[in-house]
């Protein structure tokens, strides 16, 4: 073998080297992509039972939600204001948020004793109770402080049968968050669920007392 074959051969070898170890280096190096967290939604806290309920079935339905809203991302505001959101890339919401209202509103009010069936769906043209609702708002916004709060806005509205809605309203919530991660602010949307939930079921049984008397 001639020395300058000798020579090409060892240079093809020491660059060959040099690259492997700097993969090697890459790949140890480069960080490791996260693991998606999946987050379930707080159970409502304990209702007490109605003082008038309805006699007639309540059919909640799953709640509307637009754009952002009706992904399975936790949304986050860029500013206190939230005026600018993004979705997290690794937290998600086990279910699309319309999905999880309807099934915590449904698991609050049949607590509540509201009426004698709390159902997802009735057949067309029936008389029962009709429960919707609208997703406005739904994130965590960032404070001037450095704390976390998150705002809920839902738009609620209960009809009976295809009649006009005898109620229809949007209730507001604000809970601080009691640190900076993502499953503070979690809990925190569940107290403000709660808080909501608590101020409708107070006017759902307005309604119902006014639709019971002669």
């Known amino acids: 073998m001639s020395i300058d074959l000798w020579q090409s051969l060892r240079s093809s070898v020491h660059y060959l080297s040099l690259g492997v170890c700097l993969l090697l280096v890459a790949c140890v190096s480069a960080p490791s992509i ?18 008038h309920p309805t006699a007639l079935p309540l059919a909640v339905h799953r709640f509307e939600a637009d754009g952002l809203y009706a992904d399975q991302a936790l949304l986050y505001a860029l500013d206190a204001d939230a005026q600018q959101l993004r979705a997290y890339h690794y937290h998600q919401w086990i279910d699309p948020p319309g999905t999880l209202l309807q099934r915590r509103w449904m698991q609050a009010l049949q607590q509540a004793q509201a009426a004698a069936q709390v159902v997802e769906r009735t057949q067309a043209g029936s008389d029962a109770w009709q429960l919707r609702g609208r997703i406005v708002r739904w994130e965590r916004v960032p404070m001037t402080s450095g704390a ?3 705002q809920i806005d839902l738009e609620l509205s209960l009809q009976r049968g295809r009649a006009l809605p005898l109620l229809r309203q949007q209730y507001s919530q604000q809970v601080l968050a009691a640190d900076a991660s993502i499953e503070a602010s ?25 639709e019971s008397q002669p």
Not at 34 to 51: Q, Y
């Open 34 to 51: 996260p693991e998606t967290t999946w987050h379930r939604l707080p159970a409502p806290g304990k209702v007490a039972p109605m003082t």
């Open 186 to 210: 979690v809990q925190a949307v569940g107290a403000a669920l709660d808080t909501i939930q608590g101020a409708f079921l107070t006017d759902m049984a307005r309604v119902f007392v006014t």
């Open 148 to 150: 976390w709060q998150v």
